[in-house]
């Protein structure tokens, strides 16, 4: 990517991940997360344990991510840190941290928008991933987002539709709840749906104008549906459980897909990239895939570890900003509600 000898730290800190990474000239040496597994318990995630959590894991983590790439905190060139969005008491410790690192090591400090990493994550040179060209869409789709971004160039992104009330994860996981399942539901259902017939149950998709989403209608079906059939056989959801799961998958990857075709179709692009948690779903890469037939798009799902929240995606941005000299000042402060 550069000439240069850059060495970016990234951090992330904005929901219940811990995580940092190296990054040297583009590609990744290292990519930490520790993961909350206290929000387990609570079936979604509690803002002021992951705050707690971050604050404990935030040093360590750092300490691992040099450790594992081999260099010293003195070789670093910049810290790259999510400023937001997210919840505020995550973003406060990364953010503070950030900032005293770098001022401690008397480097410059890059602010960075996480909906932004998980789209450049796409970046990241990565052996057997290719990188789209721009113009394309990116597609964020996890338990915090859902979101269609028109991306131009690195740095100029238009967010075309995103969601109006819940994540499409949060779709996933409340379903899951609703079933039993335990949190995050996500990979669950994506296991057994796999063993379900998707048209056993119809599920209506939302009535949304244009290219936002909405999910909180669907789990509201769901829940009903549930009530009813479990009021005339109690034994409904363990008898049918993996073709609910295929056809509340099916219903929400509908959602998605038709979405995206409308994305297309308007812009004229046809270049498609996703990226999210939820982007490890195998129904909705295989329904990328038969785009690619039916629609001739070209799709790119990256590597999973820079899908979910990660700080590559973080240190990917930190060097693009570095090389365009795009610096934050010192007195920088976490924003949760920070748009594209
Ligand atoms: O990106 P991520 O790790 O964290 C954020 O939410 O930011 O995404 C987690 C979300 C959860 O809602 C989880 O249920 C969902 O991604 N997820 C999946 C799958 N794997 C993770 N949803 C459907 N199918 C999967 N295979
Ligand atoms: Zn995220």
């Not at 290292?30 to 318990?41: D, L």
């Not at 081999?70 to 505020?88: E, S, V, W, Y």
């Not at 450049?120 to 394309?136: M, S, T, V, Y």
């Amino acid at each position: 990517m550069a000439s240069q000898n850059i060495y970016i730290l990234g951090i992330e800190s904005s929901c219940d991940d811990t995580a940092a990474s190296v990054m040297h000239n583009g590609r990744i040496l290292s990519n930490i997360v520790a993961n909350q597994k206290i929000h387990e318990e609570y079936g979604g995630v509690v803002p002021e344990l992951a705050s707690r959590a971050h604050q404990q894991n935030i040093v360590p983590v750092v300490a691992q991510a040099l450790k594992k790439a081999n260099i010293t905190k003195d070789q670093l060139h910049a810290i790259a840190f999510t400023r937001g969005p997210g919840l505020m008491g995550s973003l406060l410790v990364g953010t503070s941290f950030a900032k005293s690192l770098a001022y401690g090591l008397d480097i410059p400090l890059i602010d960075v928008n996480h909906m932004q990493g998980h789209i450049l994550a796409h970046f990241i040179d990565e052996d057997g991933f290719e990188k789209p060209p721009f113009p394309f869409l990116a597609m964020t789709i996890s338990g915090g987002h859902t979101q269609i971004v028109m991306v131009d160039n690195y740095f100029d992104m238009t967010v075309i539709g995103e969601t109006i009330d819940d994540a499409v994860g949060e779709a996933f996981d409340k379903s899951g709840k609703i079933l039993g399942l335990g949190y995050p539901a996500g990979p669950e259902i994506d296991k057994r749906a796999k063993l379900g017939n998707p048209k056993a149950f119809k599920f209506t998709k939302p009535k949304v104008d244009g290219l936002n989403f909405s999910f909180s209608g669907l789990k509201t079906a769901i829940l009903y549906f549930i009530q009813n059939e479990t009021k005339a056989n109690p034994n409904f959801i363990e008898e049918n459980l993996n073709d609910i799961c295929a056809s509340i998958q099916y219903t929400i990857i509908g959602i998605l897909i038709d979405k995206l075709k409308l994305a297309s179709k308007q812009t004229g692009i046809k270049h498609i990239a996703i990226g999210g948690g939820v982007s490890a779903n195998s129904g909705i890469r295989q329904a990328l895939k038969d785009g690619e037939q039916k629609f001739g798009w070209t799709t790119y799902v990256p590597k999973f570890e820079f899908t979910t929240d990660n700080a590559a995606m973080i240190a990917i941005v930190g060097h693009l900003k570095y090389l365009d000299g795009e610096f934050a000042e010192q007195n920088v402060a976490a924003s949760a509600r920070l748009k594209i």
